[in-house]
């Protein structure tokens, strides 16, 4: 499958990239921008294998951000990804290592997904498409025909519910997965996002989990349109999460009272996933 292919693969054990997309970046589409691959982890090796196997072939960049880890990770990701960009971010927290890959991402079009096999790549063709079709940031959804989750509980549903609402009442938007962080977007509109400094030695606001909160905000407030994309969320593989949904609950309400409203938008209609 290449980024111009947003056929859904179904999970198998026996994928791997190049069964994925034989032809790799020599058969891209003339013209098409070009596409980097954020991926945050810590402690994630046993996951990495599985990601990979659902990358796309012929994606342009890989930008493998290091929390860390304390495991073999680094090892892992280096030889799955022999040609990636290896960084190890500056504080901890998954908004500062997102920080961090941004930031050396060169690509036109950056896609943020997570290490431990519950945003599928094999998806990427969908915001790629997005994108390309006018939009300036892909907001992956959980809850649209063709999305869904395996690893979202009641309480969580109902929580995210209730900060949709409060975001969507307070500037304008219709988001329907405010907390997901599946995402892509135009590099250019990076600064719109505004994040926390890298080079600060000291913890900053964004830092956390929050960030998915404070991007999306951001981005809805600089009046940029915004396209839902169909998703749908794995269960983790292996290992424990570190989410903790009444802590980071918080610090997501926290970020959406502290952010002002300068402009109202709307969000576009999902587009329709293909095969």
């Known amino acids: 499958m290449s980024l111009y292919t947003p056929d859904r693969l179904e999970p198998s054990d026996e994928t791997d990239a190049h069964d994925i997309d034989e032809t790799g970046a020599a058969d891209r589409a003339p013209g098409r921008p070009t596409v980097t691959v954020v991926v945050p982890a810590m402690n994630e090796a046993k996951n990495l294998p599985h990601v990979a196997a659902r990358m796309p072939a012929d994606i342009d960049e890989i930008v493998f951000v290091d929390g860390h880890s304390v495991d073999d990770t680094v090892d892992v990701a280096r030889s799955l990804w022999p040609d990636a960009k290896f960084v190890t971010q500056s504080r901890k927290g998954k908004g500062n290592a997102l920080a961090c890959g941004f930031r050396v991402a060169t690509s036109d079009i950056i896609v943020m997904i997570d290490a431990d096999g519950s945003t599928d ?21 959980r809850f649209a025909d063709g999305g869904g989750s395996s690893d979202i509980t009641f309480g969580r549903k109902l929580g995210n519910k209730a ?72 269960d983790r593989i292996h290992g424990e999460s570190n989410l903790n949904a ?13 952010e002002q409203r300068t402009t109202a938008t709307h969000l576009s209609p999902a587009p329709v996933p293909q095969g």
Request: proline residues 5%; contains cysteine.
């Open 121 to 141: 790549p094999a998806e990427i063709p969908l915001f790629v498409g997005a994108l390309v079709a006018g939009a300036d940031f892909a907001k992956g959804t």
């Open 163 to 234: 900060l949709n609402a409060i975001v969507n009442l307070k500037f304008g938007a219709a988001f329907s997965d405010l907390c997901y962080g599946y995402n892509a977007f135009w590099r250019h509109h990076v600064p719109v996002m505004a994040l926390p400094a890298v080079e600060a030695a000291e913890a900053q606001w964004g830092d956390g989990f929050e960030i998915e909160t404070l991007i999306n905000v951001r981005v809805a407030n600089a009046g940029l349109k915004i396209t839902e994309v169909p998703s749908f969320e794995q």
């Open 246 to 258: 009444v802590r980071d609950g918080l610090r997501v309400l926290r970020t959406i009272r502290s």
